[in-house]
């Protein structure tokens, strides 16, 4: 009987337990997977989306990786790891290539899904759109700078699992055709961007006018002067512009950028908040609130997950809030580049016929010079987050010998005196000894003057600027200057100048092509540009010739665009001590090249173009090689 | 016993692995010659100049790079078969061959590549006097007319060791200086001094080269390494 029970038991609950409906019971959607259209008919997911777009864009150079803001000599390396990147003699050929179609295809996908969507306000879903096309352009530009002419993809491709994939095989675009896609697409987006100066960190009217200004300026110059370098050029145009384009290209330029200059994209204006003026420029790069000056910046939030260490890699050390620093050392050639307060040029004056000269103060020798010294620099005896710095090499004594350490702030028992005193700065310069100072500088463009900036616990949120009004500046001047009116390229290049307290103005007969490039290179150091000046102007393998500098040529041609930047120089204060004498405790200087510094960098005609891997060319045998390779 | 055990197992695995079934043969010809133009060769800075070798017919083709010594010789160790000769366009201080050479290697091959350099150094001549390289040289223009090239510079470059070109920082170079005076090719002279690094043990001979640097030609054509004794 009991058995029964149990049989009858079981026959019910198989009987029971199942019902027509089951196949709805099952089919549960997923919880942790969001489906196209629940995506796309939501207009805060669209933004999350969009917002992964953003943060996959390329930057050259960027705050989180600090060495990519300071390459090519403008700096040395204060990190023992790094020393071999002066040791070395030049590049390989892939160097700064990238070739991320992954990215370019998600961006397509996303338009393509977009334009699909239909439960999506209409305004809003084109101003998404517009976003998404300005990353592709961006991505399109940022290849075509480093690799020239590539394939030009704008919509999703799929893989017919056939067996013959050739018809995904693309071939290059000329390097002009991509100029040319950069440019149309700004033209067609900036008018469904929204015109909003203080949107900083989404596209906008402004940043698509002021890609488009640099896109059109970079694609000028390589036909003007790329004509110099017939062999950095390929016979099918992926590599080099007719010259005959360059006029166009120019003319494009100065549009654009007038028209971001003349308030049509927004209220942009230089940054000018603070009194001080060497103060001004340096917190151009980290006041967030009511700066005019930022265009287009990729942003960060402590405490809201997005942070980066630019400050702790770079902070003074003596004082540091972590026991690291002062990596990004400028170079002396770069220092002595900013120019006298009249507009002339002069070498750092540490010596007169032969003898030292004596300051009062450790600073009193970068007075009197372009306020965007101080700005973009921690000179000796200055400060950082209040806190003064502490470089100085050692002690000069009577006989002209030096008593130094090699340890921060090492005392020392000087000859004739009793007692340790210090003989030598906590900061260094110390040769060879990492997170000092040594080539007697540190690094002050985007540090972070917050408190816990430093920490690796709290990191900085100091914004990276990609595009700002004064570069749009500098374009202008470059593109009126190369169209024959250097009367509006002294005025735009004033506009800059006046800012960095220089008190003599341009007039239309002081401007050539070695100012315009002198003023690209003290105002946009350490912004990631520099190098695609040396590329399109193709001054690289003139700058970066290979040969070592020498002590007397380093102090000479000042603002001269060829000058040899193969090797960082190094200017050290000492303190002189000879107890009776009236320069007693007063400072000298000396010019040194730093004894880790073995190599000096050589461009090739190769490197002006990176190289496209094997790896790429076998699977896309339409790839042809860059020149030179 | 155990022990035992595990040699035998590891001498079998030791055995079984690595036998000629499962391995390539090793590449068994040599490509080898001279840079040359009417037999002399065309010394050149080190793994600096280089041409490329494709072995057409497989479905993956990636050139082989064979670098040009600073003798202007080279050698490379391939596998036997068939091969194709190209220049990297711009690579050199040379004219290249236009057409691709296309040869077939097995076992030994010796092959002088002829071009054509824009310019060769003539008559170099180094002496050492107290502390000081001398050197004198001409200069001869092979290529004229359209494609001629100007000479940019002269350079004499000492080093401590064999290894001498401007191009290696300071591996290749321990001084260098360039001819003051171009304007006559037939008779340039240039001196430079040995410079002393109290961290280098004192050697008594030192190693030198002329090198010539052509406008737009990125590669430079040299003289051989001279051994200077003294």
Known sequence: MKKYIFTILLALILALGCSKNDEEFLDRPPSSILTQEQIFTDPSAVLSVLGDLYNRYNDFGTVEDWPSLARFNVAYWSEAGRYPEFQNDGWGFGEWGTWDYGYIREINLFLERLSEATELDEELKARFMAEAQFLRASYYFELVKRMGGVPLILESETYDFSGDASYLQHPRETEAAIYDFIISETDALKDILPTDANSKSRATKGAALAMQARAALYAASIAKYGATTPQVSLPGGEVGIPASRADEYYTKALDAAQSIIDGEAGAYDLYTNKPNLSENFSSLFYDKANNPEAIFVEDYLVGGGKTHGFTIVNQPRFGAEEEEGGRINPSLQFVQSFELLDGTYAPLANEMGGDPVYYDNIGDIFQGRDARLAGTVILPGTTFKSKPVDIWAGVVLADGSIVSGDSRGQEKTLPGATGQVQVVGFDGPIDGLEFTAQTGFYIRKYQDPNTGSGRRGTQSDVWFIRYRFGEVLLNAAEAAFELGQPDVAAGYLNRVRERAGITTPLTASDVTFDKIAHERYVELAFEGLHFFDLKRWRLAHIVLDGNPINETEVTQNIGVATKRETQPYSIWPYKYYNPGDPNDGKYLYKISRLSRITGADRFQFGNYYSEIGQNLINNNPKLVRNPNQ | ?230
């Not at chain 2, 003539?122 to 502390?131: D, E």
């Not at chain 2, 001869?140 to 359209?146: F, H, L, M, N, V």
């Not at chain 2, 109290?198 to 390494?225: C, L, S, W």
Request: charged share 20%; net charge negative; with cysteine.
């Open chain 2, 1 to 230: 016993m155990k022990t035992k055990f595990y040699i035998f197992i590891c001498s079998a695995l030791l055995l079984v692995t690595s036998c000629s079934l499962d391995n390539f043969d090793e590449p068994d010809a040599m490509f080898s010659g001279n840079i040359v133009y009417n037999g002399e060769a065309i010394p050149v800075a080190r793994n600096q100049v280089r041409f490329q070798l494709w072995q057409p017919g497989y479905a993956l083709t990636a050139p082989i790079d064979v670098a040009i010594a600073q003798d202007g010789s080279y050698s490379s160790r391939l596998f036997t078969g068939d091969y194709k000769l190209s220049f990297v366009p711009g690579q050199g201080p040379f004219r290249t061959p236009s057409d691709t050479l296309y040869f077939e290697l097995s076992g030994e091959r010796a092959m002088d590549i002829e071009v054509t350099p824009y310019h060769m150094i003539r008559n170099p001549q180094f002496s050492y006097a107290a502390g000081t390289v001398n050197a004198s040289c001409s200069v001869e223009q092979i290529i004229t007319g359209a494609d001629a090239r100007v000479v940019e510079r002269v350079t004499l470059v000492i080093n401590r060791t064999l290894f001498v070109d401007v191009n290696s920082g300071d591996e290749g170079s321990l001084a260098q200086v360039d001819a003051a005076d171009l304007s006559d090719l037939d008779n340039l002279n240039m001196s430079v001094e040995i410079p002393t690094d109290p961290k280098k043990p004192d050697q008594n001979y030192i190693f030198a080269r002329i090198g010539v640097k052509m406008v737009g030609i990125e590669d430079m054509i040299y003289t051989q390494v001279q051994k200077l004794e003294f």
